[in-house]
Nanobody, 118 residues
Framework: QVQFVESGGGLVQPGGSLRLSCAAS????????MSWYRQAPGKEREYVAG????????NYADSVQSRFIISRDNAKNTLYLQMNSLKPDDTAVYYC???????????WGQGTQVTVSS
């Protein structure tokens, strides 16, 4: 059974930083490209960042480019998102999943709430 457990969210002031983690289980994590997504209140879930199975390639949404860094540790089956220079617009629930042709491979986890506010 595939499971994602996202953690590391919280309340942070504008300009602050957070590091999110996604512990994955139930599938061959090291063979899948992975992505982070987020959903703000009243909005559709959107893509944030992606990383290849080996970690050798990354991609970012324009809105987070140069502020967020995606990484992974295949030995720990864990995906990370380092978020710097946070803005109120980054407030959302953050999720991880394996992308598949514009959709995702697996069911969503519970996500982790990130709130950026002074």
């Amino acid at each position: 059974q595939v499971q994602f457990v996202e953690s590391g969210g919280g309340l942070v002031q504008p300009g602050g930083s957070l590091r999110l983690s996604c512990a994955a289980s139930g599938f061959a994590f090291s063979t899948y490209g992975m992505s982070w997504y987020r959903q703000a209140p009243g909005k559709e879930r959107e893509y944030v960042a992606g990383i290849t199975s080996t970690g050798g390639g990354t991609n970012y949404a324009d809105s987070v480019q140069s502020r967020f860094i995606i990484s992974r540790d295949n030995a720990k089956n864990t995906l990370y998102l380092q978020m710097n220079s946070l803005k109120p617009d980054d407030t959302a629930v953050y999720y991880c999943n394996a992308p598949r042709g514009g959709r995702v491979q697996f069911s969503w986890g519970q996500g982790t709430q990130v709130t950026v506010s002074s």
